[in-house]
């Protein structure tokens, strides 16, 4: 019953560094989604990946990149961490297109970067 | 410009006293209202879809409606367990999760 994983789910970097958030799914989605959650906001869609091999930019791509590894596993990586990217990140994955919306999160991944 | 705006920001209820939560959307072109929960420390958990002005449905204590500008959450004699944020988002013509646009949620306290 893992559904989505996430990992990690703590993590403290330095202006500058690098790092990669890992996502792997077990329900056979076909899309996989990062978000991002801030105090006050909602969720806002970082980058998706609408099949394995296939990536699309979100509202906020700046900073970010991302990898579709296979049908599983979709990984976020920040390049040149930034304080600005300071938040709690969220895995989701959906089983088809036409019913898109009903995504199924991960635990989500709490970032700071000082 | 598309958007979806939930009220009150928050709400602390008396355990059994009934009230709702409001979603409104300004969207062009809606294909599906989604409400979610999302408990302290965890993701969103999926509640239900609406896909068209009249249509409800029901979960436990949970009914969600739809007209053309707004969604609502019914919460009927809630319980402690209830509390939670309450999530809402709009789906916008069919198209990939780059158009679906989350509300910033209502936080839900319900005290014994």
């Known amino acids: 019953n893992a559904g989505v994983t996430q990992t990690p789910k703590f993590q403290v970097l330095k202006t500058g560094q690098s790092m990669t958030l890992q996502c792997a799914q077990d329900m056979n989605h076909n899309s996989m989604y990062w978000y991002r959650q801030d105090p006050g906001m909602g969720l806002r869609l970082i980058y998706y990946s609408a099949s394995e091999g296939t990536t699309d930019k979100g509202e906020v791509p700046n900073g970010y990149n991302v990898s579709r590894l296979n049908k599983r596993e979709f990984s976020l990586r920040l390049e040149s961490a930034a304080p600005s990217q300071t938040s709690v990140y969220f895995c989701?994955?959906?089983?088809?297109?036409?019913?898109?919306?009903?995504?199924?999160f991960g635990e989500g991944s709490r970032l700071t970067v000082l | 410009e598309d958007q979806v705006t939930q009220s009150p920001e928050a709400l602390r209820l008396q355990e059994g006293e009934s009230s709702s939560l409001n979603c409104s959307y300004t969207?062009?072109?809606?294909?599906?209202l989604f409400w979610y929960r999302q408990d302290p420390g965890k993701g969103p958990e999926f509640l239900f879809t609406l896909y068209s002005a009249g249509e409800e449905k029901e979960k436990e204590r949970l009914k969600a409606t739809l007209t053309k500008k707004e969604s609502f959450l019914h919460i009927t004699a809630p319980k402690p367990e209830d509390s939670a944020t309450y999530l809402c988002?709009?789906?916008?013509?069919?198209?990939?999760?780059?158009?679906?646009?989350f509300g910033s949620g209502t936080r839900l306290s319900i005290r014994p």
């Open positions: 989701a994955s959906s089983p088809d297109r036409v019913n898109a919306g009903e995504l199924f």
């Open positions: 969207v062009s072109g809606l294909r599906g």
């Open positions: 988002a709009a789906r916008l013509f069919y198209s990939s999760a780059s158009k679906i646009i």
